[in-house]
């Protein structure tokens, strides 16, 4: 049996967290893509990417067809222009996803919503990749952060800027974090020793 946990979240939402290297049943997850689905699951040149991107496919149809009670074979997908999906036929459900490692992550609301995990790791030229994409309040936590905690500060700001990113539907480098009417809560207490992440909500 897969492994699914759920979480209440602010804004009446719910964190799922499904662990891809439990038992979950690949045919049934290739019978819940449509064509389009299938189209870029068999573009996948590397197998482990493929798998990974059914496994993410199976869980969210899982999660959504339980919101909606209705079969996950019902669940398609309409794209905005920047290829972030969402239900034509639920507009009152927003969703988003995040996936690292083995660990994918599900966020549902009536919130439009942003996640992102991360899995720890070394990263290089930290202090210029934050230049170019945190904003200067930002810059500065980072920079007086202590040696020691310094990448774990850098994860939690990565994490709330990938997650407002993904709520708004604009590029990583238009919108800072504390943008009006965008509210941000890291998640990282709740994920598993070694991962980082973060939620945002767009009120209104």
């Not at 197998?47 to 496994?55: D, K, N, P, T």
């Not at 509210?183 to 945002?200: M, Q, R």
Request: charged residues 20%; contains cysteine.
């Amino acid at each position: 049996m897969y492994v699914m946990t759920r979480h209440p979240l602010q804004f009446n939402s719910h964190l799922f967290l499904c662990d891809i290297r439990s038992k979950w049943s690949e045919s049934d997850a290739l019978s819940y893509l449509d064509e389009l689905e299938k189209n870029r699951y068999e573009s996948f040149k590397v197998s482990e990417a493929g798998r990974r991107f059914l496994a993410a496919r199976y869980f969210l149809k899982t999660v959504l067809a339980q919101e909606l009670s209705c079969p996950p074979t019902s669940i398609s997908f309409s794209y905005t222009s920047l290829g972030k999906p969402y239900l034509s036929q639920a507009s009152h459900l927003h969703f988003n996803m995040s996936h690292a490692q083995d660990l994918i992550a599900i966020v549902i609301s009536s919130h439009q919503v942003g996640i992102d995990i991360e899995y720890q790791r070394s990263v290089h030229s930290m202090d210029a990749v934050a230049a170019r994409v945190f904003s200067a309040q930002d810059q500065t936590q980072l920079r007086t952060t202590s040696p020691k905690n310094k990448e774990n500060k850098f994860f939690e700001l990565w994490t709330k800027k990938e997650a407002t990113t993904k709520a708004s539907g604009k590029g990583i480098f238009t919108i800072p974090v504390e943008t009006p009417n965008l509210g941000v809560s890291t998640i990282t207490e709740i994920l598993p020793i070694g991962y980082f992440g973060a939620v945002c909500w767009v009120d209104g």
